[in-house]
């Protein structure tokens, strides 16, 4: 059972122009909503996260847009450069333990300079 | 601060043999997550160990087996290797709690034939 879903699984985006990813989760329980980036070779690293208190995080150029009732949440890239070009991965989890994290599947996102 | 450490980081190992990875979790984490990355795909929750303790497990057969050591340090052992067992293993770890990121390290490519 695919519990985040993810779209789409690749994506190419002009230097400068705005990436969208974005996924929805079907368990209700679920409550702490992270974003990872990963390059190749490398391990995720945690990139920005959301609770479904708030519609909108925002940190520098990246924002996660949530909607609860919809269970859906995307990840906005402002002004995207050649060097965000990597693997972002949205995940969700219970609050009660955010560190058993069901991620998606992935979406490779390539900036063209 | 010192990250988390995997070894080693990359093995071969044929069909029906175990083997045993290892990860040095980052200063002050109490918790260590390990994560089963095929390629391609998005990282899946194997078992998180928590005080020597296991504390929750994913959808995995009991082959996959881990330990805590008191400095928090862990192993993954998987026995009776298969084919399908070829991925990148991640080790994270984080503070218990909620809201807790996990930190990843740069995995171990295990390769199976």
């Known amino acids: 059972q695919q519990q985040v879903k993810q779209s789409p699984q690749s994506l190419i985006v002009q230097k400068g122009g705005i990436s969208i990813i974005n996924c929805a989760y079907e368990?209700?329980?679920?409550?702490?909503f992270p974003w990872y980036q990963q390059f190749p070779g490398k391990g995720p690293a945690l990139l920005i996260a959301?609770?479904?208190?708030?519609s909108e995080k925002k940190e520098g150029r990246f924002t996660i847009s949530f909607n609860k009732s919809a269970k859906q949440f995307s990840l906005h890239i402002m002004d995207s450069q050649p060097g965000d070009s990597a693997t972002y991965f949205c995940?969700?989890?219970?609050?009660?333990?955010?560190?058993?994290?069901?991620f998606g599947s992935g979406t490779r996102l390539s900036i063209q300079p | 601060e010192t990250g988390v450490t995997q070894s080693p980081t990359h093995l071969i190992k044929t069909r029906g043999q175990q083997v045993t990875l290892r990860c040095s979790s980052q200063?002050?984490?109490?918790?260590v997550s390990w994560y089963q990355q095929a390629l391609g795909q998005g990282p899946q929750f194997i078992f998180q160990?928590?005080?020597?303790?296991?504390?929750g497990r994913g959808n995995f057969p009991p082959r996959f087996s881990g330990l805590q050591f008191p400095n928090y340090s862990s192993e993954l052992n998987v026995n009776a290797l298969e084919l399908d067992d070829s991925a990148l293993y991640l080790c994270?770890?984080?503070?218990?709690?909620?809201?807790?990121?996990?930190?990843f390290g740069n995995g171990t490519r295990l390769t199976v034939t």
């Open positions: 160990y928590y005080r020597e303790e296991e504390n």
């Open positions: 368990n209700t329980a679920f409550d702490y």
């Open positions: 994270a770890s984080s503070l218990d709690g909620p809201n807790s990121p996990l930190h």
């Open positions: 200063s002050g984490h109490n918790t």
């Open positions: 959301i609770r479904p208190d708030v």
């Open positions: 995940a969700a989890a219970g609050y009660s333990n955010a560190s058993k994290i069901i």
